[in-house]
C-alpha cells in the first residue's frame, strides 16, 4: 500500500465513524438503516474479491451470508452473548463451505461457474428449509429461548439476554459501530489484498487466464483463495446480521440475495475499490426510504401544485416509490449499465478529469 492508499482507508474510516452525523440530512441516520449500510457494504467489498479481481461470478455467495448467520445463532445459544466469538466462528465456518463450493464449482468457469454456485445455494436453501431442520429450525429459523445453555454466561432469570461484547450492548448506535469497526476492518484488508502480489495475480487471470495458463501458472490456487476470502467475508457479513438481530432464517440464502449482491457491485463499479460499498448504500437507501413514501407523503411534496395536476404527479410518482421501488432501482440500474458500464465509481472519474481538464485549460489560458 502507499500513501494515496493509506489516505483512502483515514478517509473511508472518518466518513462511517461520523455517519450518524452526516446521514440524517437525507434521513438515513437511524441506526436500522446505519447497520445496513455497514453490514452489506462488508458483504458486497467481500464479494467484489471474487468477482472484481478475478472476473467469476457467483449467483451463490447468499449460502455463505446464512451459514455464518446460522453458525453465529448457535454461537450464542450454545456458548455466550459475547459476539465476538460469534463471528469468528461464522467466519471460519464460512471459509470452509466456501473451500468445499469452491473445490467443485471452479473447476468451471463463466457461466457454467455461476449456475453451479447458483445450484450449491440452492441446495443450501432447501436443506435449511427441510433436511437440516433439527439445526436450523425450517421455516420459523433459529432464535435465543430461554433453556440455551449458553456454558460461558452466567445464568440469567430475566428473559432472554441481548447480544454485548465485553459487557456492552450492540443496539442502536453501539451496534452500528460495531459494524462499522468491521466494515473499517475488511474494508482495509481489500485494498491491502487489490495492492498486494496476490492481487496482481487476480486481476492477471482477470485480464487473460488463458495466457496465464500457457506460462505454466496454475490459477485455480489463486482463484480458490479468492472464493473463499470472499465466503468468508460474506459468513462475516452473516453474523452481523445477527449480532444486531438474533434470528437466523433460511431466506438468507435465497437466489435474490446473491442477485441482491451482484446489483451492489455493478452499480458502485465492478472491481473498483469503494464502488461495491457504494452499491450497497444505494440499494439499500433505496429499500428503506423509498419504499417508505406512500401517498400521504407524495401529496405533501407536490402540495404546491393545483389540486389537478397534483393528483397527477402523486398517481404518476407513487408507481416508482412505496412497493414500487424496485422500478426505480431497475430504472436506474439501466441507465448506469448503458451510460456508465464502469458503474458510479466511472461517473466520478469521468467528473474529476471533466475538471482537471478544464483547470488545465485555465491555466494555460492564464500563461499566455
Same mark, same amino acid.
Given at each position: 500500500?502507499?500513501?494515496?492508499?493509506?489516505?483512502?482507508?483515514?478517509?473511508?474510516?472518518?466518513?462511517?465513524?461520523?455517519?450518524?452525523?452526516?446521514?440524517?440530512?437525507?434521513?438515513?441516520?437511524?441506526?436500522?438503516?446505519?447497520?445496513?449500510?455497514?453490514?452489506?457494504?462488508?458483504?458486497?467489498?467481500?464479494?467484489?474479491?471474487?468477482?472484481?479481481?478475478?472476473?467469476?461470478?457467483?449467483?451463490?455467495?447468499?449460502?455463505?451470508?446464512?451459514?455464518?448467520?446460522?453458525?453465529?445463532?448457535?454461537?450464542? %445459544?450454545?456458548?455466550?452473548? $459475547?459476539?465476538? +466469538?460469534?463471528? *469468528?466462528? !461464522?467466519?471460519?465456518? &464460512? /471459509?470452509?463451505? =466456501?473451500?468445499?463450493?469452491?473445490?467443485?464449482?471452479?473447476?468451471?468457469?463463466?457461466?457454467?461457474?455461476?449456475?453451479?454456485?447458483?445450484?450449491?445455494?440452492?441446495?443450501?436453501?432447501?436443506?435449511?428449509?427441510?433436511?437440516?431442520?433439527?439445526?436450523?429450525?425450517?421455516?420459523?429459523?433459529?432464535?435465543?429461548?430461554?433453556?440455551?445453555?449458553?456454558?460461558?454466561?452466567?445464568?440469567?432469570?430475566?428473559?432472554?439476554?441481548?447480544?454485548?461484547?465485553?459487557?456492552?450492548?450492540?443496539?442502536?448506535?453501539?451496534?452500528?459501530?460495531?459494524?462499522?469497526?468491521?466494515?473499517?476492518?475488511?474494508?482495509?484488508?481489500?485494498?491491502?489484498?487489490?495492492?498486494?502480489?496476490?492481487?496482481?495475480?487476480?486481476?492477471?487471470?482477470?485480464?487473460?487466464?488463458?495466457?496465464? %495458463?500457457?506460462?505454466?501458472? $496454475?490459477?485455480? +490456487?489463486?482463484? *480458490?483463495? !479468492?472464493?473463499?476470502? &470472499? /465466503?468468508?467475508? =460474506?459468513?462475516?457479513?452473516?453474523?452481523?446480521?445477527?449480532?444486531?438481530?438474533?434470528?437466523?432464517?433460511?431466506?438468507?440464502?435465497?437466489?435474490?440475495?446473491?442477485?441482491?449482491?451482484?446489483?451492489?457491485?455493478?452499480?458502485?463499479?465492478?472491481?473498483?475499490?469503494?464502488?461495491?460499498?457504494?452499491?450497497?448504500?444505494?440499494?439499500?437507501?433505496?429499500?428503506?426510504?423509498?419504499?417508505?413514501?406512500?401517498?400521504?407523503?407524495?401529496?405533501?411534496?407536490?402540495?404546491?401544485?393545483?389540486?389537478?395536476?397534483?393528483?397527477?404527479?402523486?398517481?404518476?410518482?407513487?408507481?416508482?416509490?412505496?412497493?414500487?421501488?424496485?422500478?426505480?432501482?431497475?430504472?436506474?440500474?439501466?441507465?448506469?449499465?448503458?451510460?456508465?458500464?464502469?458503474?458510479?465509481?466511472?461517473?466520478?472519474?469521468?467528473?474529476?478529469?471533466?475538471?482537471?481538464?478544464?483547470?488545465?485549460?485555465?491555466?494555460?489560458?492564464?500563461?499566455?
Amino acid at each position: 500500500m502507499n500513501m494515496k492508499d493509506n489516505i483512502l482507508v483515514l478517509i473511508f474510516g472518518a466518513v462511517i465513524l461520523t455517519m450518524p452525523l452526516w446521514a440524517g440530512i437525507v434521513g438515513a441516520g437511524y441506526p436500522d438503516l446505519l447497520q445496513k449500510f455497514a453490514i452489506f457494504g462488508l458483504f458486497a467489498i467481500g464479494f467484489n474479491i471474487l468477482f472484481g479481481f478475478t472476473g467469476y461470478l457467483s449467483f451463490g455467495h447468499a449460502a455463505f451470508l446464512g451459514i455464518g448467520s446460522y453458525t453465529a445463532m448457535w454461537s450464542f %445459544k450454545l456458548l455466550t452473548m $459475547n459476539a465476538i +466469538p460469534a463471528i *469468528l466462528f !461464522a467466519t471460519a465456518v &464460512s /471459509g470452509l463451505f =466456501a473451500l468445499a463450493i469452491g473445490f467443485v464449482a471452479l473447476r468451471r468457469s463463466g457461466i457454467y461457474f455461476s449456475i453451479l454456485t447458483l445450484a450449491f445455494a440452492q441446495m443450501c436453501y432447501n436443506m435449511a428449509y427441510s433436511v437440516l431442520t433439527p439445526i436450523t429450525n425450517g421455516e420459523t429459523g433459529l432464535t435465543l429461548t430461554a433453556a440455551d445453555p449458553r456454558i460461558l454466561d452466567a445464568a440469567t432469570t430475566e428473559g432472554l439476554p441481548s447480544t454485548e461484547v465485553f459487557g456492552m450492548g450492540l443496539s442502536g448506535y453501539h451496534g452500528f459501530y460495531f459494524c462499522a469497526v468491521i466494515l473499517i476492518i475488511g474494508f482495509y484488508i481489500s485494498v491491502r489484498l487489490y495492492r498486494s502480489s496476490f492481487g496482481l495475480m487476480l486481476l492477471a487471470v482477470k485480464s487473460n487466464q488463458n495466457r496465464m %495458463k500457457y506460462t505454466g501458472l $496454475n490459477t485455480k +490456487p489463486y482463484l *480458490l483463495s !479468492a472464493f473463499v476470502i &470472499s /465466503g468468508m467475508y =460474506a459468513g462475516l457479513a452473516g453474523a452481523l446480521m445477527v449480532v444486531i438481530d438474533p434470528l437466523a432464517g433460511a431466506e438468507r440464502m435465497q437466489w435474490t440475495a446473491s442477485g441482491e449482491v451482484v446489483l451492489m457491485t455493478i452499480l458502485g463499479g465492478v472491481g473498483t475499490i469503494l464502488g461495491p460499498f457504494i452499491g450497497a448504500i444505494v440499494i439499500k437507501y433505496f429499500e428503506n426510504i423509498f419504499s417508505a413514501f406512500n401517498d400521504a407523503v407524495l401529496n405533501q411534496v407536490f402540495d404546491f401544485l393545483p389540486d389537478f395536476i397534483q393528483g397527477i404527479w402523486v398517481s404518476f410518482a407513487s408507481l416508482f416509490v412505496g412497493k414500487g421501488w424496485h422500478l426505480t432501482l431497475g430504472v436506474l440500474f439501466m441507465l448506469i449499465v448503458i451510460f456508465l458500464p464502469g458503474g458510479a465509481m466511472e461517473g466520478f472519474r469521468r467528473i474529476a478529469a471533466k475538471f482537471k481538464k478544464e483547470k488545465e485549460a485555465h491555466s494555460a489560458g492564464g500563461a499566455e
